[in-house]
DNA sequence: GCAAGTATGCACCTTTTGGTAAGTGCCAAG
DNA sequence: CTTGGCACTTACCAAAAGGTGCATACTTGC
């Protein structure tokens, strides 16, 4: 088969990072970067793993106030998610006043592992990164100017 | 000051990640793993990342077969903000009928860098994420049984 | 002449995601 | 006895993200 096209030049890369996906009913992970990006999916789950990875068990309280900006109903849902995932793992001490704490599994150390580099290169870019958004915002104004 | 909780064991974290935001009008990053993730942020982004760090130029066709169920709107728009952002440089030979290629900048070859411990954490665990992704579904299922 | 392919654009709509706000049970401080 | 904190829970909503499909301008193949 083949279509030739024009040229033969952009025709040879060995693509294949998502090839052998049997779409049928699987989840069908494209490649390892796919599954991974599954998992962490949600607006604070990074930085929860970051986060817990950084200290030891943290509590709720801690954890809420430490991600600013995050709402009860984020945190708990991404806690939930991240336990039932087996990423991180909730102690609750059942007493009265509630106290429960939150701290990595070795499969969430691992990840949060994994985070690492991202967040070097966050670090290390940010001033692109910064640049980036002012162009964006900025470009987001004039469309809105009301 | 201090509320003094019961325990005096886990109060002492030093957590810190994201603390030095003005909270003013600035994008405030709360570290450099935030940063990265809201340039990444996008369902194929860094597929098309990675995709892009295999393989030499690939033109918009090979992209779209290659990052297997993305609709041309997505791809697209994903790749033009990767260019306003920086990221890849897109090539348009001006010919009919037309030919456009792709390439990382960079700058985004490094962000892609930054991708591979992610991408070899979701290989290693594969099994895991699988096994993750099969209770997921299967307690969604539960919940529709229409 | 009509279908197909190239790289996009655009309108419309659904799904997903996330935010707000209020409520719960319980206890301690004021 | 009202207020407040802890760790959530729930209902309701707005916004964003993503998907579908049609359209474009032009060419090549049948």
Redesign the interface.
Known sequence: MSAKV?DPV??S???Q??AE?D?ST??G???????????VSGKWK??VL??LA??????YG?LRR???DVSDKMLIQHLKELE???LVKRTDYK?IPP?V?YSLTP?GR??A??????????????A???R??????AWRDKGRKA
């Not at 950084?54 to 509590?59: F, H, N, W």
């Not at 592992?113 to 940010?126: D, I, K, S």
């Not at 980036?132 to 915002?137: H, L, M, V």
């Open positions: 024009s952009s025709e890369l060995p693509i990072p998502q996906t779409s699987l989840p992970f494209t490649c390892g970067l796919d599954a991974t990006l599954r998992v990074p930085l970051y986060f950084q200290g030891g068990p943290t509590r801690d430490a991600v600013r039932a995932d087996g007493e106290r704490d499969l691992s990840l592992q994994a985070l690492v580099p991202l967040c070097t290169w966050g670090a290390e870019n940010m692109e990164v910064t980036i958004f002012a162009e964006r915002d």
